[in-house]
């Protein structure tokens, strides 16, 4: 199945005459580069990015009636009573 995304040409350009280059096609060079780049790290105290996009869709729930805040919300509305 494919997809579509946009890249600018000269990028383009510049992946198709790498991968030419090692003899391999844009897909090959693209696998062996992703291949080559080490995973996120997953945050401190979780296993998983899902457990934590479990905890933090647990620690949202029921928030949903809240309004949202305003566009111009700022600093000094949180420290509205601190000098």
Do not use: C, W
């Amino acid at each position: 199945m494919g997809a579509s995304i946009e890249i600018e040409p000269e990028l383009i350009e510049k992946l198709s005459e790498k991968a030419k280059a090692h003899g391999q096609t844009v897909n090959e060079l693209l696998r062996e580069l992703l291949d080559a780049v080490e995973p996120l790290p997953t945050p401190a105290g979780f296993s998983s990015l899902e457990e934590l996009e479990a905890d933090l869709d647990a620690l949202a729930e029921g928030t949903e009636h809240l309004p949202p805040l305003p566009e111009n919300f700022s600093r000094e509305d949180i420290y509205f009573d601190h000098d």
